[in-house]
């Protein structure tokens, strides 16, 4: 090929690629952006696609850890358990407070032995208003216990020769 045609070629060549450059908006001597892909490029409110290293929310993120480890009922359970005067009303919650939730037995303390026979039989109406804010077979057993008693053989003046507080005969 003679010198004259490569130049010809070469300068043609140089004015397209000046043409599609002054058409992209590129200036001489500026450098060439790099091209995002679409998974970097991050729109306002929204991307163009997620994938693992994106942050979350954090409610997402509790749910997706507590589906993780299998403790829905046991969260649900808690729930209840924070909201019990709404679940069995201002009047019986007056009375009466969750302690325990194992294995699907919720155990309620009663503060008098009255309270407590009267939530033993309101058991089944409370059962029911637990299936249906945390859903059926989550709490199948209800244990009332009534108010516990003092304990007397603790602390420092306690009696160690076998006679207890209440023994003023002798």
Do not use: C
Request: hydrophobic fraction near 40%.
């Amino acid at each position: 090929m003679d010198p004259d045609a490569a130049r010809t070629a070469a300068a043609a060549a140089l004015l397209r690629a000046r043409a599609v450059a002054k058409g992209k908006g590129l200036r001489p001597g500026s450098r060439a952006k790099r091209r995002r892909r679409p998974s970097e490029v991050m729109l306002s409110g929204s991307a163009a696609e997620v994938d693992g290293r994106d942050p979350l929310l954090l409610g997402d993120t509790l749910e997706r850890l507590v589906a993780g480890r299998g403790w829905q009922s046991d969260v649900k359970v808690g729930s209840v358990m924070g909201r019990w005067p709404q679940v069995v009303g201002a009047n019986v919650a007056e009375h009466s407070e969750p302690m325990t939730f194992d294995d699907g037995v919720l155990t309620v303390r009663a503060s008098s032995t009255a309270w407590a026979t009267q939530l033993r039989l309101m058991a089944s109406s409370i059962l029911g208003r637990l299936a249906a804010e945390v859903g059926e077979g989550v709490v199948v057993e209800l244990r009332v216990v009534g108010p516990s008693a003092p304990r007397w053989g603790r602390g420092p003046r306690r009696a160690t020769d076998g006679r207890g507080p209440r023994d003023t005969y002798g």
